[in-house]
């Protein structure tokens, strides 16, 4: 599903953040990732989301070379992926129901379609009453609800998540995790990025991806 | 804390007009404001020189339909020569093509002479031709080497003659004016296309952090560039017919207050008169809407291309 | 030093988020502040720095009412006050370093009186090598953390902190409590918002506020 | 993601140029393409009013530095007309304030006169009077009366006079056209004020965060809004100069290359010439630059009042 040979990424001049990375992902698999701050798992995930193309190295995703993927691929390939950032990147103009429909939107759905599924998403996340406010009246908790369902609302084949619980209680973060583990049951290929060790006891078939040092390693989890 | 009002209050849970641009933000009002001034700058010069070509023309026509008859005393008593003038009167006002026909007083024949012949008592001794005044149908004007040929022949010492001189001059410094008038458009219309132009590709720009959001949820590129001329053929259109609109009615005034007389029907002429002058000044007016709309729809398309294309690259 | 009596807040029309908010923190005293996502906690802070003004009830802060306070006198009440946002607010256009010396800067002091105290805390929070980066190009952690030192640099004799930890491993969780802990030390009067219970269990001297319903509870605690 | 350079290669820990707002963003970048273009325009516009003007300055002055002194034939003979005319050109060339004197010949009589008495054989027979040119100096112009009186006296049968007639008429238009390059201009002086306000405050509001976040840190009012002054007089002043300085180099090369002579004259006039012509222009392009630099820098530092005010005043 996700392999990785030998990926490497600088950013400009600098350092190289992500040394000889190689791995592989199965379909319907289960990760976190994790690591110290500035280590290097947000370059790891835009590597995954086509967001930034490595320096060096193979990154294969559904079967496809994605360093060679002409960019008119890039829509198809995305409409595959849905993404939580860490800055949540909720477009202030929208709704918070329109943010979150936005990729049904952009795919060409009609909002008759698809409302009543994106409401009760917005339900389960505790947005139910936040529908029609504004990201920039939204709690940071509620922002990252926004982003999450937002990621999640197209049934993606794989689901990034960077610190997707940063912002919201333990209950709320167990809660949201039972929403990935429900998407991953269903067989979406989940990839966390997290500091939160509870979060990584919660689930405890994930495998557990670290990066340190640039280095990756990978405990051997079991699938579900 | 930010100032956007509270977001509550939004009827239903649908894409306002579809459109998944931000309505109006200040680089967007900035570029609409733009696009208003250079238009209505633009529609204001053009109209200008439509009026002052017009006044040329008028003045030019005016000029070309005069002509004067003169009728030498020779050595006649006072009251042939007064008989040879209504003759030549009577053969003018049988000419088809001959709006009026006015024979000039003694005093006006000696006030046009005076530059030339002094404010002398003599100029009443002096045997001065009399001079008649015609002027021409503008719309089918008499052909006057015909008429001269028929005077002559039928009149002593009578003869017609066209202000054939003063057409020329005037010609010359009409071609000036116009082109004067094209020079200036063309400046207004270059600082224009510039300003606009570059207004629309920063308000785009300011849109970058939407039009990336966009792509990262699965937009396809052919979609992002339809939002956004979307967007920018509305806002741009509806700007540049704001300014095109008061220029109009600027014009329109002139038309009703203008102190002058002149201004006032060649800004009627240009605006609901002649059907000719009016649909040149419309089309113009129309062409100015659609190229600055144009413009601004094409900076706008460019820029959102390279946005998309430069976009993750790299770092 | 901090006292609110009745406070209640509401934004425009909609229902009451903070009712009947009455408490009193000491000079030198250290609050953690908790609660659901939604609950208030930034709506808590945003009164205390002055960023907000109470729909009703009264607001003191050294000794004065911040409800009645002239606009002018804003700046010096802000140069006692420090404050980490739940979402940074860094100037994309200044380096990690000016941004963490903003407050200095704007007091009128000096780049040459301050730089070494800047990149020594810099270096503090693990950001001695991004002095010179902008905050587009930092990661989630890194941002957290110059947001954290610009709020401390000014000595600040309140230092108000919205989810200070929630992008940084555990390790340096700690290491950024102690240094409030030590700021809290030498006098100033520390209030962290966070859902990090972790956090919570490493400053068992603190007393904790819970923002439940719109309405706050208050654990005894004890000042160190 | 964003598309800003990697932050790293900058030397120093030290504010740059010590100015805390964004050196250069998109709608900066649009302000100061409004200043330039429209501060260009209204020095053009300035420019080519006083190029009107000075043209139609130059050919009054031309018809105004123009007399004739008329000789009547009375009953003279040929020869004695011509020692008349001898002595009236002996007369002029004394006088001061006179530059050149020229007979006119029969022929130049005769095509003066033809509008009026035709082309007919008959011209060569009457007794016209002969005319001489007068061109007075255009600094110290003689007293055209005087030399009327003078001229009465001395000789018999001639006389001089101005082309007074012409003046007035020539006066008319050129305060017509002088009041109709001061509509033009202020029309794109109201454009450009408009515009570069709104710029201005656009630009302004688009570091809205950038003043919220100053103002959370404890920057005073006057320290935000210095620093706003800083940014856009620099910025202001520096495009609206830029604008002139084209509209300027676009005069200059007229100057040297224009096809017609009297705008070749007329630019070098306006712009390096007659010392009062040229400080003119320049003070009227000082003043643009100054005026657009004014309202933009009003413009922002009421933007950031404003926003400074409403800041935090309810959610
Ligand atoms: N666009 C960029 N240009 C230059 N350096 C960058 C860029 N983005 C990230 N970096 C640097 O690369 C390193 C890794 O960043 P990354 O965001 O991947 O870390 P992270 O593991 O997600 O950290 P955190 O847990 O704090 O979010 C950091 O030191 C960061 O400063
Ligand atoms: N400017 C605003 N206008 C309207 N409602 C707002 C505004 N700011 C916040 N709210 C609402 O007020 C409630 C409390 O928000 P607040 O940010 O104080 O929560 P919080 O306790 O900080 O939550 P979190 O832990 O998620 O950050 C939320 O429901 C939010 O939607
Ligand atoms: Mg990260
Ligand atoms: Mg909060």
């Known amino acids: 599903m996700i392999r990785f040979e030998n990926v490497g990424v600088r950013y400009g001049n600098g350092p190289e953040i992500l040394r000889d990375i190689s791995f592989e992902l199965e379909e319907g698999g289960f990760a976190f990732l994790t690591g110290p701050s500035g280590a290097g798992k947000t370059t790891l995930l835009r590597l995954m989301y086509l967001g930034l193309r490595p320096t060096r190295g193979l990154i294969h995703m559904f079967g496809e070379d994605i ?55 917005l339900s389960w996340v505790g947005l139910g009453d936040h529908a029609n406010a504004y990201p920039p009246v939204l709690s940071g908790g509620e922002k990252q609800r926004a982003a999450i369902a937002r990621a999640i609302v197209g049934k993606p084949r794989v689901l990034l998540a960077d610190e997707p619980t940063g912002n919201v209680d333990p209950a709320l973060a167990r809660r949201l995790l039972r929403l990935f583990v429900e998407l991953n049951r269903l067989g979406t290929t989940v990839v966390i990025a997290t500091h939160d060790h509870q979060l990584l006891n919660a689930a405890p078939q994930a495998r557990i991806m670290t990066i340190r040092d640039g280095r990756l390693t990978m405990t051997a989890g079991g699938t579900p | 804390m930010s100032a956007r009002p509270s977001g509550w209050g939004r009827a239903g849970p649908v894409f306002a007009g579809r459109n998944i641009l931000p309505r109006a933000h200040a680089p967007l009002r900035t570029f609409m404001v733009a696009m208003t001034v250079m238009c209505f700058l633009a529609a204001m010069a053009a109209g200008g020189m439509f009026m002052t070509w017009q006044a040329i023309d008028t003045w030019k026509a005016g000029v070309v339909s005069e ?32 709006r009026s026909v006015r024979v000039l007083s003694m005093k006006e024949n000696r006030d046009l002479l005076k530059p030339w012949l002094g404010q002398f008592g003599l100029l009443d001794d002096l045997p001065v031709p ?28 009578a003869r017609v003659d066209a202000h054939g001189h003063w057409v020329l001059q005037l010609s010359d410094m009409a071609r000036t004016a116009g082109w004067l008038g094209v020079a200036i458009l063309a400046g207004i219309a270059l600082a224009a296309a510039i300003l606009v132009a570059w207004a629309a590709r920063a308000a785009l720009e300011s849109n970058r952090e939407t039009i990336e959001v966009l792509h990262l949820v699965g937009a396809r590129d052919r979609f992002i560039a339809r939002q956004v001329e979307k967007r920018f053929l509305r806002a741009g259109f509806l700007s540049a017919l704001a300014g095109v609109v008061v220029a109009f009615l600027i014009f329109a005034l002139l038309a009703f207050i203008a102190p002058s007389e002149g201004i006032r029907e060649g800004a009627w002429n240009m605006l609901f008169g002649d059907r000719q002058l009016a649909l040149r000044t419309y089309v113009t007016w129309a062409v100015i809407v659609i190229a600055a709309t144009t413009i601004s729809l094409a900076s706008a398309r460019t820029a959102v291309i390279r946005i998309l294309q430069n976009m993750f690259r790299q770092g």
């Open chain 2, 130 to 157: 009399r001079l008649v005044a015609i002027t021409l149908d503008r719309k089918n004007p008499a052909n006057i080497e015909a008429l001269d040929g028929l005077i002559r022949v039928k009149v002593r010492g």
């Open chain 1, 67 to 121: 360093a060679t993927l002409p960019r008119r691929r890039f829509p198809d390939m995305r409409r595959r992926i849905g993404v939580v950032f860490q800055d949540f990147r909720l477009l202030d103009h929208l709704t918070t129901f329109e943010n979150v429909a936005l990729p049904l939107f952009v795919d060409g759905k009609r909002p008759s379609e698809y409302a009543d599924d994106v409401m009760e998403l």
């Open chain 2, 67 to 98: 002509a004067t008859a003169q009728i030498l005393p020779l050595d006649d008593s006072p009251e042939d020569v007064k008989k040879r003038v209504d003759e030549v009167v009577r053969l003018l006002r049988g000419t088809e093509g001959i």
